[in-house]
């Protein structure tokens, strides 16, 4: 398949908005992939090369200035393997042999063929191809239900793969759970309280919410693994020794990582992330509370209801389980969120216990209350400051995720920074520039923001129709990337 084909892909689904037109231009253009274009396709087209980062900087992208190609001659292959060659190139005069390579590839691309390699290569992707509209294109393509493919992705999170043997006839069941390989985890929804939280359920499990990191930990015999919420590996020694100190041989379980301190109170998560982020010093201290279980000794229990998987979480790590209760009355349900607040913790977790473990939509099943409402917003730009705050960039220009594609501003704010912060994503906003208007400095939407705020309100001013009300940052969120930020729905939710 030529690039060029692609490129033609991402501008149709790029110049609209709806979610079915974006969906039927992927499908049509995987199915006609072969075998062994399938990932590469995907993955461009969802904004990430199979060989994930490449070591390729955005000023030695922009720097090339090859004339291009008269013609479209540059097929997918011929992208894939460059960039193979590229990620390899390590070492003394590696950067000149970089250059060299770029300026190869892109004297054999059209104009809008480097066009889309920029950016490509500098995570500028904005077609609108997410997770969620590629799922549906290669359920679509392939003619398998959607359902078969999300489960698929949850288990193997590589879409690439999951689409290729999806469109080659391959049996998506045979894409399973494996002990010591990170899966999707299951996310909550947002309530305003623990009763609307139960609403409609028989029962529920009330579990506190703490301010750390979503971990999940495998273990194999002496081996145990943890893993990020984004399936990144991470090194956490006590956690490990307590999972490997449980009467198990073989489990997956789902939970919370978070540093204690000196004392019983949580310290603040960007304490626990620094701590865990500083190389000199091993992240000891770091305390494990479960609330889930995926897998005991050779059961897989994602299609177990909660009760039946708190039941096995109990029997082997009742003193690592996080606090909560099973009730089927509010008020035991508000008691729990005042223990977890009087503690230092955020909320509380309102879980069906019927419920089957199921990853990436954030459903009813699941629903976070929180006594201060909080959104994960998209930095999109930036102000510099006046007064006591010139030369810093300042009052932030925040973005919900459009399901669609792209980003939707729903406010502004400057409350909530202190003078290290504003220091630092002063730094962090001019490596991502894009450009400028004015005092505004507009930005990759790449850094992940939490957002407290007193509510959002109906506004003209912005695209999205609304408005934060009292907004103020909370806290940057490096453990995300844009694609888990805040939708405009659930930000249009909370009026």
Known sequence: MLLARVVEASNAMASTSARLRKIAVLAELVAS????????????????????????????????????APEATLAVTDVDRAIDVLRDETGAGSAGRRASLLADLFGRATAPEQDFLRRLFTGEMRQGALEGVAVEAVAKGAGVPAAKVRRALMLSSDLGRVARVALTGGDLDAIGLTVGHGIKPMLASTASSVSEAMDGLAQASVEWKVDGIRIQAHRDGDDVRIFTRNQNPIELPDVADAIRSLPVARAVLDGEAIWLGDGERPE???????????????????????????????????????????????????????????????????RVLADAIEAGHEGVVVKDVDSLYVAGRRGK????????????????????????????????????????????????????????LLTWQTEQFLAR????????????????????????QTSTRYPGGVALRFARVKRYRPDKDPSQADTIDAVRDLR
């Not at 995926?294 to 996080?322: F, K, N, W, Y």
């Not at 409402?373 to 925040?398: F, I, K, P, Q, Y």
């Not at 995720?401 to 920074?417: A, C, E, I, N, Q």
């Open 433 to 456: 520039e894009d450009r400028r208007e004015g005092i505004t400095v507009f930005v990759r939407p790449e850094l992940v923001v939490e957002i407290a705020l007193d509510g959002v």
């Open 268 to 334: 603040a998560f960007q304490d626990t992330m620094g701590r865990i982020g500083r190389r000199s010093v091993p992240a000891t201290g770091i305390r494990a509370w479960l609330f889930d279980v995926l897998h005991i000794d050779g059961d897989d229990l994602l299609d177990v209801p909660l009760a039946q998987r708190l039941e096995r979480l109990e029997a082997v790590a009742s003193h690592l389980r996080i606090p909560g209760v099973v009730t089927d009355d509010p008020s035991d349900g508000e």
């Open 365 to 420: 099943s699941w629903r976070k209350v929180k006594p201060v409402r909080t959104l994960d917003l998209v930095v999109l730009g930036a102000e510099w400051g006046h007064g006591r705050r010139r030369g810093w960039l300042s009052n932030l220009h925040l973005g919900a995720r459009d399901p669609s594609g792209g980003f939707v501003m729903v406010g502004k704010t400057f409350k909530g920074l202190t003078d290290e």
């Open 33 to 68: 992939c072969g075998p062994d274009e399938v990932d590469v396709v995907v993955g461009y087209l969802s904004g990430q090369p199979p060989q994930g980062r490449i070591g390729v900087g955005y000023a030695a992208v922009y720097k090339t200035d090859t004339l291009p």
